[in-house]
């Protein structure tokens, strides 16, 4: 195979898949760049958030109404980082942002994250 189509496919392909770390994504959030959102429940948070993170629990986005606002206003023009316990709802999230045209990355769980990045009590 020509080696200039090989070294093209790589770099594409790579490009297609590239993902952000919890850690590059940590440091766009301290560069005020990006924005954690952790859609767990009330009871769940009280356990923690990743610092810095934004709460908007999933069931506000399952209610209706004004939810596209709000959330807009909380990631404000922001790369968005979604977070849950597991990362099946941030999953669920994500997917209800898509289809309102909004994107957003998920990042998993809380207890992974917790274990790499700095947390703190809400």
């Known amino acids: 195979m020509n080696p200039f189509l090989t070294v093209f496919l790589v770099l594409f392909t790579r490009s297609l ?19 954690f959102v952790d859609v767990r429940e009330a009871q769940e948070i009280k356990l923690g958030m990743i ?25 404000a023009g922001k790369r968005i980082f979604l977070y849950c316990r597991s990362g099946n709802r941030s999953g669920q999230v994500q997917e209800i942002l898509k289809k309102s045209g909004i994107q957003a990355m998920n990042l998993g769980g809380f207890e992974e994250l917790r274990a790499l990045l700095p947390g703190e009590r809400p």
């Open 17 to 35: 898949f590239a993902t952000t770390t919890p850690l590059e994504a940590f440091a766009m959030v301290q560069n005020q760049t990006a924005v």
């Open 51 to 75: 610092k810095g993170a934004k709460w908007f629990p999933l069931s506000r986005l399952q209610q209706g109404g004004e939810w596209k606002k709000d959330f807009r206003s909380l990631t």
